[in-house]
């Protein structure tokens, strides 16, 4: 799929490399959906083409060997069943680093998710990412970079990637084959992800926002309790659903705000309606956390909401 909206950065680097002018240790920084994994994939395949230009041609030996995932000069350091990055993988980017690229070019590593990396296995990387050796290269993602040590960014050249501007990804999203009007009403309540945005233009995702928001509806004015309000959640869908909570009482907020308080109880209710957005971002933090139980976290922020109301 296209990403036309990081082909600025992706001819930026392009030119650098051409010019020898391009850091060794790469730190691309964004939000869910904006397309990191795919640019860093491309980016890889840039670097080790023969074609030497920083963009892959996509016909030499080295692009057919990455395309098929059987490059043996590149090495993506993942493991989808762990839910942090151990020393122990990032000791095979060391070890391999330290080896001589078997077709004779670049050879490139690849950490998505860095900042899932434990201190320990951060620490370890600090050497190589100081100091990779000649023509070896890593390429870091991130959907957080303040959750990473100070040291690693130091030895970063750092890019972040911006939502675009919704005018200009037009003929992006006629090539999708989806309603223009449903990707614009998403696009805006994802925050700017075009990824994200187009899976749930896919989908039932305005049906089901719409019959959520009526269930927060009646939980707000006593209509339902905080128990069958919670019965809703979805483990797999806990963010959406969350970024749903913030949104909605954030708009609920914004309205008491843009109308001043004409007595104490109004004033009251700003404050009780800001705490409210306030639990919420706290249940958000508290999901990241290994080992959590979602369920009862997002069950008792339920409660929690309740009793606020009634306060």
Known sequence: MDIPWLEPLKQQLSNQYQQNNLHHALLISGAKGMGKHQFAIELAQGLLCDSQSGIACGQCKS???????????????????????????????????????????ASVFYIPDCDKMTDASANALLKTLEEPGQNKYLILTTQASNR????????????????????????????????????????QQVNGSPLIALEHAKSDYLVEHKAFLAEFKLLITGKTSAFEFSQQFDEANAGQQLDWLSQAVLKWLNAKLANPAKSPQQALKGLIISDILSLIAKTKAQMLQSGINKKMLYQSLCFKVVDKLKS
């Open 148 to 187: 990473l040590l100070a040291t690693i960014l130091s030895r970063c050249q750092q890019y972040q990637i911006r939502p675009p501007k919704l005018a200009n990804l037009t003929a992006w999203v006629d090539a999708q084959g989806v309603d223009k009007n449903v990707f614009e009403t998403i696009y």
């Open 63 to 105: 692009c057919l060997l990455h395309t098929t995932h059987a490059h043996p000069d590149f090495f993506i350091a993942q493991d989808p069943d762990a839910k942090s990055i151990g020393v122990d993988l990032i000791r095979k980017v060391v070890s391999k680093a330290q080896q001589k690229s078997q077709l004779g070019g």
